[in-house]
């Protein structure tokens, strides 16, 4: 599977971005999708997570103004994020993995990035 990651960008302060994430191959369906976040000097964290069945799974911190969602007749996972903070600044990634799971080492295949910056 491949991923390619879009609709990062520059915002400001209680802005919104929709981010995705489109697959190749045709087994998109059968794998859980994440997005992962990395800042700067800070180790990857998880951001939020999409089982095959559609279950959601967010982090704390972005919990009431991300939301995850999938298409699987496109091939393509996004990200909704709304009122977004200075904090939420970082390269985003998404990746599939067989299971929801939080972990990053458990994601085996992941996209190339897009930056989101969050700054007035």
């Known amino acids: 599977v491949q991923l390619q990651a879009s609709g990062g960008g520059s915002v400001q302060p209680g802005g919104s971005l929709r981010l995705s994430c489109a697959a190749s191959?045709?087994?998109?369906?059968?794998?859980?999708m994440g997005w992962f976040r990395q800042a700067p000097g800070k180790e990857r964290e998880f951001v939020a997570a999409i089982t095959r069945s559609g279950f959601t799974y967010y982090a704390d911190a972005v919990k009431g103004r991300f939301t995850i969602s999938r298409d699987n007749t496109k091939n393509t996972v996004y990200l909704q994020m709304n009122s977004l903070k200075p904090e939420d600044t970082a390269v985003y990634y998404c990746a599939a993995a067989t299971y929801y799971t939080a972990n990053p080492n458990d994601y085996f295949y992941w996209g190339q990035g897009t930056q989101v910056t969050v700054s007035s």
């Open positions: 191959g045709r087994t998109f369906s059968s794998y859980a």
